[in-house]
């Protein structure tokens, strides 16, 4: 059974915002970090952000600056809030409890979401 459910994303038009959300039903394995991913179409998965148990971020280049991930630990969710959105952001979003703690890495094992669209217009 999926314990990483997504929800949010959609549609929105260059400049604007969307929120992602992931609950997940367990805690985050200890040395592991919630994160999200994207994969745009013909290209990888790509690391957006994670973060720590203690709520410690890491940000991709990618998302510095218009992307900010946070989480509210009681309900082991994790959020991605996009601003500032652009045609590049366009893609299937993924959240996962397996990034290597202090790392924007996956590990070999890690669990995915379900994916989110995200389709950016202008």
């Known amino acids: 059974q999926d314990h990483l459910v997504q929800s949010g994303g959609g549609s929105a038009q260059v400049g604007g915002s969307l929120r992602l959300s992931c609950a997940s039903s367990?805690?985050?394995?200890?040395?592991?970090?919630m994160g999200w991913f994207r994969q745009a179409p013909g290209k990888e998965r790509e690391v957006l952000a994670a973060?720590?148990?203690?709520?410690?971020?890491l940000y991709a280049n990618s998302a510095k600056g218009r992307f900010t991930i946070s989480k509210d630990s009681a309900a082991n969710t994790v959020y991605l809030q996009m601003d500032k959105l652009t045609f590049e952001d366009s893609g299937m979003y993924y959240c996962?409890?397996?990034?290597?703690?202090?790392?924007?890495?996956?590990?070999?094992?890690?669990?995915w979401g379900q994916g989110t669209q995200v389709t950016v217009s202008s």
């Open positions: 973060i720590d148990n203690d709520g410690d971020t």
């Open positions: 367990r805690s985050t394995p200890y040395g592991f970090s």
């Open positions: 996962t409890d397996g990034v290597v703690a202090g790392s924007l890495v996956a590990g070999p094992f890690a669990n």
